[in-house]
């Protein structure tokens, strides 16, 4: 892992070249996973930064980082650096989740748990008559979601539920739907994410009983094509034969969450 030029702050001299960025900033969100980091998180993965006067994301996460890590917070990461040097070192020191770079969607843990009704997988909807098909991620309006792997983008971003979109992703291993999300996601098909960045916002669920701010989260093992819901004939089915009214390939993310969330700061 290097960075060619100098990354951060703009009045300070950074080059700030798109792919030296990208590396500084998955280097952090991956660091800002880890206890104690926290402050690290540069809140996304675009290559970008902000110029001033506008408030950098990126920049104040290389200052925390080099606040906690007792460097002169002047927030530029340069190649030959002690603070570049000092990331390096503590991700090498850093053990991996299993699943390579795979990451949980929040950068906290969520308000509630997803292995319970009415938030776990396979829950009953419609008084029994479906199964949901996906995990709720309970947070609030507006939380960051990032994804869970590199991948593409398969869709559009279309309306969902109550107000809310869904943005489709193939990460490679497997598909997921980031379903409830607000509807001002500017991803489009085609475009490819990398681990961490953010993505989308959690929306507000309207005109239903209970208002309520989730993710919810539904994964395929992309064996199948077309869309995602189907109708119950083309359904997955619980073991006791309940619809999900979803493609065939549905998987059960709860392990998956259970496990990328065993390498979230706070968890």
């Not at 850093?94 to 795979?102: E, N, S």
């Not at 994804?147 to 593409?152: E, F, L, M, P």
């Not at 119950?232 to 969330?261: C, H, K, M, Y």
Request: glycine share 12%.
């Amino acid at each position: 892992m290097e960075i060619r030029a100098a990354v951060g702050a703009w009045e300070q001299g950074a080059r700030n070249e798109r792919q030296d960025v990208e590396t500084v900033q998955s280097a952090l969100t991956r660091l800002a996973r880890q206890p104690g980091w926290e402050g690290a998180d540069p809140e996304g993965v675009d290559g970008s930064i902000a110029r001033p006067p506008r408030k950098s994301a990126t920049v104040k996460a290389i200052r925390a980082f080099q606040v906690v890590a007792g460097l002169e917070p002047g927030g530029v990461l340069t190649p030959a650096g002690d603070g570049w040097r000092r990331l390096v070192q503590l991700l090498a020191d850093t053990p991996r989740p299993p699943g390579g770079d795979a990451v949980f969607p929040f950068a906290r843990p969520a308000v509630a748990d997803w292995t319970h009704p009415p938030r776990s997988f396979g829950s009953r909807r419609s008084g029994g008559r479906r199964a949901h098909a996906g995990c709720d991620l309970y947070a609030p309006v507006g939380r960051a979601i990032h994804a869970v792997r590199d991948g593409v983008v398969i869709r559009d971003p279309y309306a969902f539920y109550a107000q809310t979109d869904a943005l489709e992703i193939d990460h490679g291993d497997f598909v997921i739907r980031y379903g409830e999300i607000k509807p001002d996601c500017t991803l489009r098909k085609g475009e490819h994410v990398k681990a961490g960045q953010v993505i989308a916002r959690v929306g507000l669920l309207v005109g239903i009983q209970v208002p309520s701010a989730m993710l919810h989260l539904e994964m395929y093992d992309g064996s199948g094509t077309g869309s995602l819901t189907v109708p119950e004939n083309l359904s997955a089915r619980t073991a006791d034969g309940v619809p999900f009214l979803r493609r065939a390939d549905l998987l059960d993310p709860t392990p998956f969450l259970n496990e990328w969330r065993k390498w979230l700061a706070g968890a």
